[in-house]
């Protein structure tokens, strides 16, 4: 006789036929659970025991593992009742998916009571259960009721399905956590024997007499932090400043459905939340509850005007956003810690930059920032002494960095300052770790549940059972000892996990085995003298994180636009303008929240250094190429131009001669003053000595103490073309002098030879008695002083023509060092930043 059809989701019957059979899978689950506790029991061999992993291993329960004995993968999205009460109800949901070749028969889902109704507990028995990945005796046994029928299913075929099951009938004999299991009963077309062909595994905690133990103190960190979004471009717009942005994504982020938004929604609906607000994120939220523009892709490094910006959009949500943060954190029993500004990344400081000149004063200018900006922004009283290095992981360098930037409080993950397998407890969260600094050490196992963006229902419930039962474990190790845990979320903190979180929290809360506290009050608390307190070297530090951080070069870069920075402030008569937004911008480079987004990180520091560059560079001596020098005293004519909408002062130009020996320049002592979008002509006396080609270099100075080069130096050529007529005069004439002279010596000479031969006669006068030359030595022509040497016409005071290209000016000789400010010709050029000339 055939069984009766029977409908998807129907209870089955009880039938004689089957009494055997679950029989059967008692005594198989029976003998399972023997084999578990083998180690235990003498005369069995220790290879028969299920593995146990250790109590920091997988963060979720693991999934079946799909086979030809095992082709089925069940899931639980949900449990309505996460932590069993006496006489209540568990409901439990999923999909069964047929994983393998055949098709399924035949089968149903089962729920296991847990073996001989006995919790487990220690952490370890937690994670021994999570190491399972096919059914086995040790998981209980199957109950006769409820169970769920289920279709035909073909490969890869799935099916819902929903099991009530009373708590009574599970047998829970204590308070504890157990193991929830359910599983999947039938046959394949391959393989007709009635068998478990697949399970899925969670944990129950039940506590039938709530606060009976101490409850554990739990710190929860709430995490609101965003990659930088501020610009250091400002727009002007009549009488105020205009903040731009890198682009609009907070628009979103703080509009309802927003992450952000989501965060401080669920976070303003607890108790006793540690806040932890990085102030860049604050102060660009402020911005944006005015008008603000965004630039547009490409343009990051280039001064922010209409046309490379559009208007931005989250004014409204932005400020709404900003208003239910002041709430929530003023709720009684929060805190507000305050990251240093804009969230500096310690880690990649400490491994590429520890010693860098300016980090510490720039950290502990961070700090400081930090601390007013969050006060100042949430009228609320601040915690700043907080270092939180990248996902926790810490070591010497990273806590020394900490330390010289005014950290005593820093937040660890669990992972870099592990317990001792000796230990058999989980001790409280606090450590002194040397130095006046304490570590407060977040339970690698607890934190890591929350890591990941838990988006389906499946992770949601599997987490949220884990935390219950790792935490209740925790709570009954030494119920009259109560511990202090901190649970630590990333900083990316998704809006699903952060509800996954704040529901367990509150599950826990509920079931009177975890009461909130503050971040304050756990690091007071009496730290646990067994506790690891032994901060790990920089070889322990995990290779995979250290992948992500900024680079030794990436720091350079960064911390040397503080020095270029101090040089452009130095000449500007409003610095206020540009020192607040660049500084902010410089420490904005050394963010955090680049790991998450590394191209971007790269953008934005480049647009930074180009930025300041490009403001540097307004003002500058024009490049030119030639100047025609025409005589041996004039001037030369350099002007400086001032494209910044500021004045500009404490400066001097230098005019350096590649050959002073040719050409000398004499320098005007007085400082320039250069106004807003204007040029200034100077005039430097020179000398010349030779003709010919002379390089020349302009450079700009600061002025006052200490003084440095501003800007590039520009290199061009001064052509001297004729050396004055006078100087060569005094060549000719003493070429003339020494000629006569010679001439008389020999005529001299030869008389005193005629004499001789005739007597010794006296020597006649030079000149005749008839007063005339007829004696003496006539003058050569040519020998006059308007005739001398051989001359080149190019070299007389009006000699060679002037070099032109038709854009230079001339000036008169050389008279005493001037100055002239011009706005330049109508086409919008400076007339005197071209090629110039200086004649006599």
């Known amino acids: ?99 393998g070749k055949s098709v399924l028969k035949s089968a149903h889902a089962t729920v296991r009571k847990p073996w001989a109704g006995k919790p487990l507990t220690t952490r370890s028995e937690l994670a021994g259960v999570v190491s399972r990945t096919t059914p086995q005796g040790s998981d209980g046994i199957s109950l006769d009721s409820p169970q769920y029928a289920l279709n035909e299913l073909g490969p890869g075929q799935s099916q819902p399905y929903t099991l009530s099951v009373a708590v009574a009938d599970l047998q829970l004999t204590t308070e504890g956590v157990y193991e929830l299991a359910v599983d999947v009963w039938g046959s394949t077309t391959d393989n007709p024997r009635d068998r478990p062909l697949g399970i899925s595994r969670t944990f129950l905690p039940y506590n039938p007499t709530p606060g009976e133990a101490q409850p554990s103190k739990v710190t929860t960190i709430w995490p609101l932090v965003h990659a930088p979004v501020l610009a250091a471009q400002t727009l002007s717009d009549n009488d105020q400043t205009v903040p731009v942005l890198r682009d609009d994504s907070l628009a979103a982020e703080f509009a309802p459905g927003g992450r952000l938004n989501a965060l401080v929604e669920t976070g303003s609906t607890m108790t006793g939340l540690t806040w932890v607000v990085d102030p860049d994120l604050l102060d660009t939220a402020f911005a944006m509850t005015r008008d603000y523009r965004v630039q547009k892709p490409g343009t990051e490094g280039n001064a922010a005007k209409d046309d490379n910006t559009v208007r931005g959009t989250g004014t409204a949500a932005a400020t709404a956003w900003l208003e239910k943060l002041r709430a929530a954190v003023a709720k009684p029993g929060s805190q507000v810690v ?63 960095v900490a330390q010289r930037a005014g950290a005593g409080l820093v937040l660890v993950n669990g992972a870099s300052m592990p317990e001792s397998d000796a230990l058999k407890y989980t001790p409280s969260a606090t450590r002194p770790i040397g130095n006046g600094q304490t570590a407060v050490v977040a339970d690698q196992l607890v934190s890591s549940l929350f890591e990941e963006d838990l988006a389906t229902p499946q992770n949601q419930t599997l987490a949220t059972q884990r935390f219950l039962a790792e935490t209740f474990v925790i709570s009954r190790q030494e119920p009259q000892n109560p511990r202090g845990l901190l649970v630590m979320p990333p900083r990316e903190l998704t809006a699903g996990t952060a509800k996954v979180l704040a529901n367990a929290l509150q599950a826990a809360q509920d079931g009177k085995w975890l009461e909130p506290t503050k971040l304050d009050a756990l690091a007071q608390a009496t730290p646990d003298s067994k506790a690891n307190t032994n901060v790990p070297t920089p070889a322990d530090y995990p290779a995979r994180v250290r992948d992500s951080e900024l680079s030794a070069a990436d720091l350079t870069t960064t911390t040397g636009i503080q020095s270029d920075l101090d040089t452009l402030m130095r000449v500007l008569t409003l610095p206020q303008r540009v020192r607040g937004p660049f500084s ?6 050394l963010s955090t929240e680049w790991r998450a987004d590394a191209p971007a990180g790269t953008v934005y520091r480049a647009g930074v250094k180009h930025y300041l560059k490009e403001l540097t560079e307004a003002v500058k001596v024009p490049p030119k190429r030639v100047i025609t020098f025409a005589g041996d005293t004039g001037v030369l004519q350099v002007s400086v131009r001032n494209d910044l909408t500021q004045t500009v002062t404490n400066l001097k130009l230098v005019l350096t001669p590649g050959q002073p020996n040719r050409l000398r320049v004499e320098m005007p002592a007085e400082e320039l003053v250069l106004p807003a979008s204007q040029s200034v002509t100077l005039r430097f006396p020179a000398e010349a000595k030779n003709n010919g080609p002379v390089s020349m270099t302009a ?38 002098l020494l000629l006569l002279a010679a001439v008389r010596f020999l005529r001299q000479r030869k008389r005193r030879v005629a004499h001789d031969d005739e007597g010794d006669a006296p020597l006649a006068p030079a000149d005749g008695p008839d007063g005339g030359s007829g004696e003496g030595p006539a003058e050569a022509p040519g020998d006059g002083p308007g005739n001398g040497p051989d001359e080149d016409p190019a070299d007389g005071p009006e000699g060679g023509p002037e070099r ?35 004649g006599p």
């Open 1 to 99: 006789m055939s069984e009766p059809a029977r409908h998807p989701g129907q209870r089955v019957p009880d039938r004689p036929r089957r009494i055997l059979r679950r029989a059967a899978r008692r005594l198989a689950g029976a003998f399972g659970a023997a084999l578990v506790l083998g180690t235990a029991l003498p005369g069995l061999p220790a290879a028969t025991a299920a593995p146990v992993a250790a109590a920091g291993g997988s963060a979720q329960v693991s999934e079946s593992t799909v086979s030809a004995e095992y082709p089925v993968t069940m899931t639980i999205e949900s449990v309505n009742k996460p932590v069993a009460v006496p006489n209540g109800i568990v409901t439990i949901s999923g999909h069964v998916t047929n994983g």
């Open 338 to 400: 305050a990251l240093p500004y804009a969230d500096p990344d310690l880690a990649s400081i400490a491994h590429n930059a520890a010693e860098l000149e300016g980090i510490d004063a720039a950290l502990g200018k961070a700090a400081t920032a930090g601390r007013l900006t969050v006060e100042g922004r949430l009228s609320v009283d601040t915690r700043a002494d907080v270092a939180w290095p990248y996902r926790g992981y810490l070591d010497q360098r990273i806590a020394s």
């Open 584 to 589: 902010a911008a410089m420490v904005r480079s």
């Open 699 to 736: 450079q700009l100075y600061t002025t006052g103490p200490d003084p440095k080069p501003y800007g590039e130096p520009v290199v061009f050529r001064v052509d001297v073309t004729s050396v004055t007529n006078g100087v060569l005069y005094v060549f000719g004439g003493g070429a003339v």
């Open 804 to 838: 032109d290209d038709g854009t230079g000016a001339a000036t008169g000789r050389a008279g005493p060092a001037a100055r002239t400010p011009h706005h330049g010709s109508a086409d919008g050029r400076d007339r005197a930043t071209s090629d110039e000339k200086v």
